[in-house]
C-alpha cells in the first residue's frame, strides 16, 4: 500500500510539486531566518565567544552588556587578584577607535587591548604573523576581515601602519575572530599600548578576566568576587547568555526575525497545508474506492501519513539545502556580510519540528475527511 | 442486436430456492436522517439473486437501487431487515471481519470507473490484489492476464488518461473480478458511455462475469441493456416492484 501512497502521490506532478515547495519555502524561511538571528546573537558576545581561556569575566556591576563598558580604576585588579580561589588575573581593555590608513581612510574599529604579560585575550586563531609579535613596539593584530575594510582591494601583507589617537601602529599580524555585531574591524594590541590609542580616560581597565584555582568552583568564585570586591562577575557563560538577552530585551531584533520566521511557518504552513488538502480531496473517490475493496482505516491513515511525511522530508531537505547553499554561497563571495552564519543543529532541529507539525496538521486536517467517508459514497 | 426498451419483452421470474440465492434480502428496511429530515430509502426490500445470474436492478432515480446494492455490498448498515450475503449475515459481519469478507468476495464497478489516474491500466487492474497483501510483481502479473481476458492485454501500460470510457470501464471490470469474487456490484457500467461502448460492456460482463458460483448485480437506467440480464429488479419508491425475466433468458 506504501507503494499505491507513493503512486498517488506522485501522480499528479504539478501538485506533488506545489505541495514539496510549500514545505520547502517554509522550511527555508525558518532555517535561513532562524539561523541569521542566532548568528547576529552569537555576533554580539563575539568577544566573549573568542576568549575562552578564562573561567570569569569581572565588570563594573552597573555594566549591561559588552559594549557599553564602565571602566574601572587599575586597583579592581589586585582586589580581584586577591580573593580566595583566584588563580590569575588579568587586566582586558574594549572600547572603540578610529583608525586612520596610510592612504587617508577612516574607519570606526573595535579594540581589544591583552594583557601585556600573558597576552591572555588574543585572537583564537592566527592567519599572518604570531601572537607574540604583540610585542613588538607599536603592534597591532587585525582580523582579516576588518583587514580588506581598512585596506580594500588591497593584498593582505604585514607592516602597514595606521594611525590612532595620533599614535602610530603597525600591522604585525593578522588573524580570524568571530565576527561582530557592528561590522567593524577588529584590532588586537597589548593593554598598556591600548590605552593609548583612545582618548585619555582616567579609568581604562573595561574588564578582569579570572581563572579559577583548580578544583575551585567557578559559581563559587564568581559569589565570593561580586561579594568582597563589590563588581559584577560572571562565568564566560553566564556572560554570553546575559550579553544575548541585553540585546533580546533592548532591540527590535527578536521581533523582527520572529515576525519572518511566523511568516514563513505561516505561508510554508498554508501552501503546503491547502494543496495537500486539496490533494486528498480530489483522491478521496478513489480513498472510497479503496475503502470499498477493503482497505480499512488504519491502512487508509498509514498511506496518507506516508504522503504527508514523504513531502515533509523532501521539502525539509530541500529548504535545508537551500538555506546553507545560501550561507556557503554568501561566505565564499563574500557578499552581505554574513560571514560566520550557518545553521545550528539546533535550528535543524527546530525546522523539522516546525515541518512535521505543517505536515501532521495538513495530513490530519485530509484524515478526517478520509476517515468519515462513507465506503457507499463510491455509488454516489 | 439488444432491442430498444419497447421491445423488451419479459415474464415474471420466478422464486429462488433459498439455497440457490447469493443474495438473500428479508424486510430490508432503510432511513436516513431523523424526525423532519427523515427519508425512507427502502421500505422492507425482499429480494433474492441466485448465483449463476445476472440480475439488473433498475427504476428512476431515488428509488433505492444504490441503497440496496450498498447494503448487500457491506458499503451500509441497513436500519432494519435481514442481509444474508453468500452465506454470510451481514449483521455479524462488523469492522474488521465486515471489511476482510468485501475484499475477499465483493468486486465493484463503478460508473466513473474510479481508476487510479497515476497508475496504468495492469496497475490499477492489481490494486485488490495489493489490498488483499499479494506482492506486487504477482499482483501486476495477473492485472496484465485479466486485461487479456477483458481484450486489453495491448493496453496494459497504457495510462486511463490514455483509454476511452469504453476501454476504462473494461479495465475497471478487470479490477472488479482479478480477484474472482462471488459477488459483482456494477453501479451504472454504462451510464458513462455511448451506446455501442455500454452494449460491449455489458457483452463482456455477461460472457466473463457470469459463473455458476457467482452473481452479478447491475444497476442501470439504461433500457437498452435489459436483455442482457437473467433476471430484472424493478424498484420504486424503496420497493421491488416486480421481478421478471427477460424472454431470451428464459429460451
Not at chain 1, 524561511?29 to 566573549?48: D, E, H, K, N, P
Not at chain 1, 473517490?285 to 475493496?293: E, R, V
Not at chain 2, 437506467?221 to 424503496?238: E, F, P
Amino acid at each position: 500500500m506504501i507503494w499505491l501512497a507513493w503512486k498517488m502521490l506522485t501522480g499528479d506532478r504539478a501538485k506533488f510539486l506545489g505541495i514539496v515547495f510549500g514545505v520547502a519555502f517554509g522550511s527555508v524561511l525558518i532555517a535561513q531566518q532562524s539561523s541569521i538571528f542566532v548568528g547576529l546573537m552569537r555576533r554580539t558576545s563575539s568577544q566573549i565567544i573568542d576568549i575562552t581561556s578564562a573561567d570569569i569575566w569581572v565588570m563594573d556591576k552597573r555594566q549591561q552588556n559588552i559594549d557599553e563598558i564602565r571602566p574601572m580604576p587599575e586597583n579592581r585588579l589586585y582586589q580581584v587578584r586577591g580573593v580566595d580561589g583566584v588563580a590569575w588575573a588579568v587586566r582586558l581593555f574594549k572600547g572603540n577607535v578610529r583608525a586612520k590608513t596610510s592612504e587617508g581612510n577612516f574607519r570606526q574599529a573595535i579594540m581589544v587591548g591583552i594583557d601585556d604579560a600573558s597576552l591572555t585575550g588574543a585572537p583564537p586563531l592566527m592567519t599572518r604573523g604570531a601572537v607574540e609579535d604583540l610585542r613588538r613596539p607599536d603592534g597591532v593584530i587585525v582580523d582579516e576581515d576588518g583587514y580588506r575594510v581598512l585596506f580594500p582591494n588591497q593584498p593582505i601583507e604585514l607592516g602597514r601602519t595606521l594611525d590612532m589617537n595620533d599614535r602610530r601602529a603597525i600591522v604585525v599580524g593578522t588573524c580570524k575572530s568571530t565576527p561582530p555585531f557592528q561590522t567593524f574591524p577588529i584590532i588586537y594590541t597589548r593593554y598598556s599600548q591600548a590605552v593609548h590609542y583612545i582618548p585619555r580616560e582616567r579609568n581604562t581597565l573595561s574588564f578582569v578576566l579570572v581563572k579559577a584555582q583548580a578544583g575551585q568552583s567557578v559559581a563559587e568564585l564568581c559569589r565570593r568576587i561580586a561579594q568582597q570586591t563589590n563588581l559584577l562577575a560572571m562565568s564566560w557563560v553566564d556572560f554570553l547568555m546575559f550579553n544575548i538577552q541585553y540585546y533580546l530585551e533592548n532591540t527590535g531584533i527578536p521581533i523582527n526575525f520572529g515576525i519572518t520566521v511566523t511568516l514563513g511557518f505561516i505561508v510554508g504552513g498554508a501552501i503546503a497545508g491547502q494543496t495537500f488538502y486539496l490533494f486528498t480531496l480530489e483522491n478521496l473517490k478513489h480513498f472510497g474506492s479503496l475503502k470499498a475493496m477493503g482497505v480499512d482505516n488504519w491502512r487508509l491513515i498509514g498511506m496518507v501519513i506516508f504522503q504527508a511525511l514523504t513531502v515533509g522530508l523532501m521539502g525539509f531537505g530541500i529548504g535545508l539545502g537551500l538555506a546553507a547553499t545560501f550561507f556557503e554561497v554568501t561566505e565564499r563571495s563574500g557578499q552581505g556580510d554574513l560571514r560566520g552564519m550557518f545553521i545550528p543543529w539546533q535550528i535543524v532541529a527546530i525546522t523539522a519540528t516546525a515541518v512535521t507539525f505543517i505536515v501532521l496538521a495538513a495530513s490530519l486536517a485530509s484524515l478526517r475527511k478520509v476517515l468519515f467517508l462513507e465506503p457507499a459514497a463510491v455509488f454516489k | 442486436m439488444i432491442g430498444p426498451a419497447e421491445q423488451f419483452a419479459a415474464t415474471l421470474a420466478p422464486p429462488v430456492p433459498r439455497a440457490q440465492a447469493a443474495v438473500h434480502c428479508r424486510g430490508v428496511t432503510k432511513f436516513f436522517g431523523a424526525d423532519e429530515t427523515k427519508v425512507t430509502a427502502l421500505a422492507g426490500v425482499d429480494v433474492d439473486i441466485p448465483y449463476g445470474e445476472l440480475a439488473l436492478l433498475v427504476g428512476p432515480s431515488g428509488c433505492g437501487k444504490t441503497t440496496l446494492i450498498s447494503i448487500v455490498a457491506g458499503l451500509l448498515d441497513a436500519t432494519a431487515g435481514e442481509v444474508e450475503v453468500l452465506g454470510a449475515n451481514l449483521d455479524t459481519l462488523r469492522g474488521s471481519k465486515l471489511v476482510r469478507f468485501r475484499s475477499a468476495n465483493i468486486g465493484f464497478v463503478f460508473q466513473q470507473y474510479n481508476l487510479l489516474p497515476a497508475l496504468t491500466a495492469e496497475e490499477n487492474v492489481a490494486v485488490p490484489l495489493l489490498v488483499r497483501g499479494e506482492p506486487r510483481a504477482q499482483a501486476v502479473r495477473k492485472g496484465a492476464e485479466m486485461l487479456a481476458e477483458v481484450g486489453l492485454g495491448d493496453r496494459r501500460k497504457s495510462r486511463p488518461s490514455h483509454l476511452s470510457g469504453g476501454q476504462q470501464q473494461r479495465v475497471a471490470i478487470a479490477r472488479a473480478l482479478v480477484g474472482e469474487p462471488r459477488l459483482l456490484v456494477c453501479d451504472e457500467p454504462t451510464a458513462a458511455l455511448d451506446a455501442r461502448s455500454g452494449q460491449n460492456v455489458m457483452q463482456l460482463i455477461k460472457r466473463i462475469a457470469v459463473k455458476s458460483d457467482r452473481a452479478v448485480i447491475v444497476v442501470t437506467h439504461d433500457s437498452r441493456v435489459y436483455a442482457y440480464g437473467d433476471r430484472v429488479i424493478s424498484m420504486s419508491d424503496g420497493k421491488i416492484e416486480r421481478v421478471e425475466q427477460p424472454l431470451a433468458a428464459t429460451a
